[in-house]
C-alpha cells in the first residue's frame, strides 16, 4: 500500500474530490482526517471508510478560522500519533455569481481558498517537523493559470495565490523534509457552489478541453496520492495540472 503508516488530514473530504480523496488514501493504508463543515456527508464517507475496512475520523473545521486549525490539527495527534500529510482541497467556486465585481465575494473568496492553505499550513508543519518530514498538496485549479470570462476574478486570485504560496513554502521547509506541492484540476463535475451539470455554459466549457469531456473526481486524486506519497520523494515546489490539456492550448 502506497501510505501504509501514514497520518493525512484532507480538507473539504465530505464532498468532491476531497471525499474521493479519502477513500483512496484510506485504501491505500493512511489514517484520514476528514475535515469540512457539512457533518451528515462527513459522516457517510468516514462510515464508508470503515466498511472498508479503513480508519478515519471527523473533524469540523471550517477552513478560514484560525483557531478551528489549531484545535483540529491537535484533535488529529490525539486520536492518531502525529501528522504526516496535509491536503488543501477545502474551497468554494467564482462561478454563479451574479455580480462578479462584489468586494464582499472577493474577501470570502480570498479566505477560504487562500488564506486556508496558509492556515493549514502554518499549524500543520510544526506537527510534519516532530514526524520528521511530511507532504503537503494544495489544491488550486487551471484558474490560477489562465483567467476566464464569466467568473469572479477572486476565484482565479485565491487559485494564482494557492500556487505561489506553495512554492515558497516548499522552498522554506525543503531541509525539514517536508515537500509542498500544488494540484491543478481542470474541468471537472460541478462544484456544490456552481453550475449545475447540463448547463450549456458547462457543455460548452467540456468542448474547450482538448480531451473534450470533464475530468473523473478519482483522475484528480490519484494525482494528488502521487504527491503525497514516498513515490515523489525528490519532487516539491511542483505544480501538476489535471485538465486533459485545457492549459495546453
Ligand atoms: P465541492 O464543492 O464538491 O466540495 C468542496 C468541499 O469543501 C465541500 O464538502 C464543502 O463543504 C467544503 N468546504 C467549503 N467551504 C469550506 C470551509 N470554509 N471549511 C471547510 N470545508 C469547506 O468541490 P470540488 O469540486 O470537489 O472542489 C475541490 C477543490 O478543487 C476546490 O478547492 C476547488 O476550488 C478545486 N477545483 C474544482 C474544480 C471543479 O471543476 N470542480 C476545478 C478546479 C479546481
Not at 75 to 97: C, M, P, T, W
Not at 124 to 141: L, T
Not at 161 to 168: H, S
Not at 222 to 246: C, P, Q
Amino acid at each position: 500500500m502506497r501510505l501504509e503508516g501514514k497520518v493525512a488530514l484532507i480538507t473539504g473530504a465530505a464532498h468532491g474530490m476531497g471525499a474521493e480523496e479519502a477513500r483512496l488514501f484510506a485504501r491505500e493504508g493512511a489514517k484520514v482526517a476528514i475535515a469540512d463543515i457539512r457533518e451528515d456527508d462527513a459522516r457517510k464517507v468516514e462510515a464508508e471508510i470503515a466498511e472498508a475496512g479503513g480508519e478515519a475520523m471527523v473533524l469540523m473545521l471550517n477552513v478560514a478560522q484560525e483557531d478551528q486549525w489549531v484545535s483540529s490539527v491537535a484533535e488529529v495527534v490525539a486520536r492518531f500519533g502525529k501528522l504526516d500529510i496535509l491536503v488543501n482541497n477545502a474551497g468554494i467556486s467564482g462561478s454563479g455569481e451574479t455580480d462578479i465585481t462584489s468586494t464582499d465575494s472577493w474577501d470570502r473568496l480570498m479566505d477560504i481558498n487562500a488564506k486556508s492553505v496558509f492556515l493549514g499550513m502554518k499549524h500543520s508543519i510544526p506537527e510534519m517537523e516532530k514526524a520528521g518530514g511530511g507532504a503537503i498538496v494544495n489544491i488550486s485549479s487551471i484558474s490560477g493559470f489562465v483567467g476566464q470570462e464569466t467568473i469572479h476574478p477572486g476565484y482565479n486570485a485565491s487559485k494564482g495565490a494557492v500556487r505561489l504560496v506553495t512554492k515558497a513554502a516548499a522552498v522554506q521547509h525543503a531541509k525539514s523534509g517536508i515537500r509542498v506541492n500544488s494540484v491543478h484540476p481542470g474541468m471537472l463535475p460541478p462544484m456544490l457552489t456552481s453550475f449545475q451539470r447540463g448547463d450549456p455554459n458547462r457543455e460548452a466549457m467540456n468542448a474547450m478541453v482538448p480531451m473534450g469531456r470533464e475530468g473523473k473526481p478519482i483522475e484528480v486524486a490519484n494525482a494528488v496520492l502521487f504527491l503525497a506519497s514516498d513515490e515523489a520523494s525528490y519532487i516539491t515546489g511542483t505544480e501538476l495540472l489535471v485538465d486533459g490539456g485545457f492549459t495546453a492550448k
